[in-house]
């Protein structure tokens, strides 16, 4: 199998090189074995020197010149870094040209504010939403929904925790999550704090077989891991689900991004 | 002030469009003011249509075009698109051909590989890992320690848990956090629990001030949100991090993804 180096470089948090760029070697993964090599900070010539000897030292050793994504402003360490051994793909200021042309406007220069603190309020607003998001978790505090923007509504570990966790801190949503108990199934209806909210409920389910898979990883040989009872919880969950018309999102296939921004699609139907 | 109109599309999450293109626009915010319009699951050529129909009456009624970041993979909707009347920007596939050739290997064409489930079992440990954050928050299970990648050390308030959380959801690292109390503080030394991981531990650390505007906002008026309680626990907390050589990271200034892409680049020192 081929063997090539990747690098992630960034003089900020590196986070877009490295998702991105993940991404595309993904499509390679098949007939390349990439070792990934993560570089964030590179934000003075010293420490961009040291990749420079770096690059060249592999391109010797390996015969291959590694492969750097890269998202980096200073314009004097990017030449630096395309001068040395190695393809570099730069993946922010390729596209910052032809948006500025568009735009018929300079860009501002200042770099990494996706990320940044632009200002503390933004910064507290968003501990706050991720502090609701844990506080809310496994229907425990039902007083605070009406301050939620979205309810996840489902049997145990059908994937509503990772996704709210995921809603707040990618999104921004205060999302707050609703465990369906045996309960509840013998009350044979949704209780009524729900319903109040009916417009802010989504619905999980998911293939039985693959919940019980899961919870017996939590509980090996419970009864709370049986086939039996995960067919019987998501059966009567449906069965609720459709009485209420609720949106119904599958999560048995779909990673927590894909759940997620499934999630925003019904929200946001700008 | 400029007025102009973005989308965000893809046939899968558009998380990659989404963010990158976001951080993109950000360089152009003090002049322009920017209507975003997320549109992923953008996977059928009816789909497509209703959006080009959407680009053409917004270039009709505005007089400009649409700016449209996109992650398209299927050859016949990015034609589509690209036609229409909007500027198109392709985000991934514009670095395919280039990585094509330095690597002498087609790309396998499947797509959304990095966000989607390649199969059960890394879901269920990325959700096992998500979980870990969950339990281990606030120094709850302090017997889990052994299984940590790291443990997070700081007073109230100072970031763990959102940074906890976001290093287990991004970087995929079991994280554990344990918060300073006053117990801590009087009997002055840090926990043997936690000296018996120290090489786990990274310390965090924050501005007096601007932990008690964090702190005032959750307890207002309160001993635990005083200046001079915080002050006071931020000095200690210090002195025990500076005994112990523990790496210290402040987050006063700093954002959930500049913490967490900090503490990988202090842990994967390859």
Same mark, same amino acid.
């Given at each position: 199998m081929l063997k090539r180096t990747v690098f992630f470089v960034s003089?900020?948090?590196g986070i877009t090189a490295e998702t991105l760029g993940h991404s595309l070697i993904s499509q390679f993964e098949k007939t390349v074995e990439f070792t990934t090599i993560y570089k964030p900070y590179i934000n003075t010539a010293e420490k961009a020197q040291e990749l420079v000897d770096r690059f060249n030292r592999l391109y010797q050793e390996q015969g291959y010149a590694p492969i750097v994504f890269a998202t980096m402003a200073e314009p004097e360490i990017r030449v630096m870094l395309k001068r040395s051994s190695c393809l570099y793909i730069e993946l922010? +200021?390729?596209?910052i040209g032809p948006l500025s042309k568009e735009l018929g406007v300079n860009p501002s /220069?200042?770099?990494g504010r996706s990320h940044g603190i632009t200002n503390g309020d933004r910064y507290e607003n968003r501990m706050s939403i991720i502090n609701f998001a844990m506080t809310n978790?496994?229907?425990?505090?039902? +007083?605070k929904y009406d301050q939620a923007d979205v309810i996840l509504v489902g049997?145990?570990?059908? /994937?509503k925790t990772p996704t709210c966790l995921y809603l707040a801190m990618h999104f921004g949503l205060r999302a707050a999550n609703y465990p369906l108990t045996e309960e509840d199934f013998e009350q044979n209806k949704l209780p009524d704090v729900l319903l109040k909210h009916r417009q802010k409920l989504i619905a999980l389910t998911i293939d039985p077989m693959r919940l019980s898979r899961i919870r017996e990883e939590r509980r090996p040989g419970s009864r709370y891991a049986s086939l039996h009872r995960c067919q019987s919880e998501v059966r009567q969950a449906l069965q609720y689900f459709t009485r209420h018309q609720l949106t119904v999102i599958d999560?048995?296939?779909?990673?927590i991004e894909e759940i997620s921004s499934r999630i925003m699609n019904t929200i946001r139907t700008a």
């Amino acid at each position: 199998m081929l063997k090539r180096t990747v690098f992630f470089v960034s003089e900020s948090t590196g986070i877009t090189a490295e998702t991105l760029g993940h991404s595309l070697i993904s499509q390679f993964e098949k007939t390349v074995e990439f070792t990934t090599i993560y570089k964030p900070y590179i934000n003075t010539a010293e420490k961009a020197q040291e990749l420079v000897d770096r690059f060249n030292r592999l391109y010797q050793e390996q015969g291959y010149a590694p492969i750097v994504f890269a998202t980096m402003a200073e314009p004097e360490i990017r030449v630096m870094l395309k001068r040395s051994s190695c393809l570099y793909i730069e993946l922010f +200021d390729t596209f910052i040209g032809p948006l500025s042309k568009e735009l018929g406007v300079n860009p501002s /220069g200042e770099r990494g504010r996706s990320h940044g603190i632009t200002n503390g309020d933004r910064y507290e607003n968003r501990m706050s939403i991720i502090n609701f998001a844990m506080t809310n978790d496994d229907g425990a505090r039902l +007083d605070k929904y009406d301050q939620a923007d979205v309810i996840l509504v489902g049997v145990s570990r059908s /994937g509503k925790t990772p996704t709210c966790l995921y809603l707040a801190m990618h999104f921004g949503l205060r999302a707050a999550n609703y465990p369906l108990t045996e309960e509840d199934f013998e009350q044979n209806k949704l209780p009524d704090v729900l319903l109040k909210h009916r417009q802010k409920l989504i619905a999980l389910t998911i293939d039985p077989m693959r919940l019980s898979r899961i919870r017996e990883e939590r509980r090996p040989g419970s009864r709370y891991a049986s086939l039996h009872r995960c067919q019987s919880e998501v059966r009567q969950a449906l069965q609720y689900f459709t009485r209420h018309q609720l949106t119904v999102i599958d999560t048995t296939s779909y990673s927590i991004e894909e759940i997620s921004s499934r999630i925003m699609n019904t929200i946001r139907t700008a």
